[in-house]
C-alpha cells in the first residue's frame, strides 16, 4: 500500500493567515491526488482534484500544487469557516489510502 | 443531484456480521463513470477505504479486510451494499459510502453519504 504523510498533524492560525499543509507519499504517485475537507461530524468534502484543480464551488483562497511525491494545500487568507480536518488521497493504484488528516483550528 | 444514504443496524455483536446498504438517490447507480465504494472512520481517527463495485459487478477490496467483505450491487433498487464478517470491536466505526468518478481527468470521491456509525458491542 502506498503510505500517505500529511504534516502537520494539526495547527492553529488566525483569520486571514496563509496556511499550508503538506502530504509525501512513499512512492511516485504522479498528480493522482486529492484534498478532502471534513467538518466536524460531516462527511468529507472535496476540495481539489488531480493535485491542483479547484472542485466547482470551492473558494479560490484554496489551492494545491505538486507532483510525484510531495504535494501542498494551501488556504491564502483563512476564514472561520475553515475548520475542520484536512486530509489528502491518492488513487494511484488500489487501495487508495488516505493521510492521517491535519486538524486546522482558528486562534 | 445525486444523493447517497446509508443505512443498518447501529449494534453488531462481535463474530457476527455487519450489513449496511447505501441507497443512490436523484441518480441511476447504473452510471458507467462512477465505482461506488465504502470507506470506515473509526472514531478520532482517519479515513479507511474498505472496497468498491463497479456496475458490471466487479469488486475491489482492501487486501486488510479481503478475507472478511463482501460488496454487492442492486440496480433493481439503486443500492449497493456491503458485508464485513467476524466483527470485532475493532471495526466499531463511522462507515460512510461514497461514489468515486472516474473519467480519466477528473477522478475522486465527489459524492458521499452522510455516514452511519457502526459499534460493535455485545
Known amino acids: 500500500d502506498i503510505q500517505m504523510t500529511q504534516s502537520p498533524s494539526s495547527l492553529s492560525a488566525s483569520v486571514g493567515d496563509r496556511v499550508t499543509i503538506t502530504c509525501q507519499a512513499s512512492?511516485?504517485?504522479?498528480?493522482?491526488l486529492n484534498w478532502y475537507q471534513q467538518r466536524p461530524g460531516k462527511a468529507p468534502n472535496l476540495l481539489i482534484y488531480?493535485?491542483?484543480n479547484l472542485e466547482t464551488g470551492v473558494p479560490s483562497r484554496f489551492s494545491g500544487s505538486g507532483s510525484g511525491t510531495d504535494f501542498t494545500f494551501t488556504i491564502s487568507s483563512l476564514q472561520p469557516e475553515d475548520i475542520g480536518t484536512y486530509y489528502c488521497?491518492?488513487?494511484?493504484?488500489?487501495?487508495?489510502?488516505f493521510g492521517q488528516g491535519t486538524k486546522l483550528e482558528i486562534k | 443531484q445525486v444523493q447517497l444514504q446509508e443505512s443498518g443496524p447501529g449494534l453488531v455483536k462481535p463474530s457476527q456480521t455487519l450489513s449496511l446498504t447505501c441507497t443512490v438517490s436523484?441518480?441511476?447507480?447504473?452510471?458507467?463513470?462512477?465505482?461506488w465504494t465504502w470507506i470506515r472512520q473509526p472514531a478520532g481517527k482517519g479515513l479507511e477505504w474498505i472496497g468498491r463495485?463497479?456496475?458490471?459487478?466487479?469488486?475491489n477490496y482492501n487486501p486488510s479486510l479481503k478475507s472478511r467483505v463482501t460488496i454487492s450491487v442492486d440496480t433493481s433498487k439503486n443500492q449497493f451494499s456491503l458485508k464485513l464478517s467476524s466483527v470485532t470491536a475493532a471495526d466499531t466505526a463511522v462507515y460512510y459510502c461514497?461514489?468515486?468518478?472516474?473519467?480519466?481527468?477528473?477522478?475522486?470521491?465527489?459524492?458521499w453519504g452522510q455516514g452511519t456509525m457502526v459499534t460493535v458491542s455485545s
Open positions: 461514497a461514489g468515486f468518478v472516474n473519467t480519466g481527468h477528473y477522478d475522486a470521491f465527489d459524492i
Open positions: 436523484g441518480g441511476s447507480i447504473s452510471s458507467n463513470s462512477y465505482y
Open positions: 463495485i463497479y456496475i458490471s459487478g466487479s469488486t
Open positions: 512512492q511516485d504517485i504522479s498528480n493522482y
Open positions: 488531480h493535485a491542483s
Open positions: 488521497q491518492h488513487y494511484d493504484n488500489l487501495p487508495y489510502t
